[in-house]
């Protein structure tokens, strides 16, 4: 969310906590677009500001993403112009 909002909306690192009292039920849920989708800033968010972030092909963005050895802050700092 943070590409695609040019910085309006800052990532966090995913953590969990375990609470040994309560039981606790998690869900994933995964949202990928198309073969050859754009990934980066949305338009209509750089019309009145520089963008941030590059914009590159899904492909290379899911390339950049396995490669990222789930590091944190990895991907939004890969993205930066």
């Not at 050859?36 to 963005?61: C, S, W, Y």
């Amino acid at each position: 969310m943070q590409i695609m909002s040019n910085g309006e909306y800052k990532s966090i690192e995913h953590r969990v906590v375990v609470n040994p009292e309560k039981e606790r039920l998690s869900i994933a849920s995964f949202h990928n677009p198309k073969t050859g989708a754009p990934i980066g800033p949305l338009p209509d968010l750089v019309k009145t500001n520089k963008p941030l972030f590059r914009t590159v092909p899904r492909e290379e963005f899911l390339r950049l993403k396995m490669s990222s050895k789930l590091d944190g802050k990895f991907m939004v700092n890969k993205m930066k112009l």
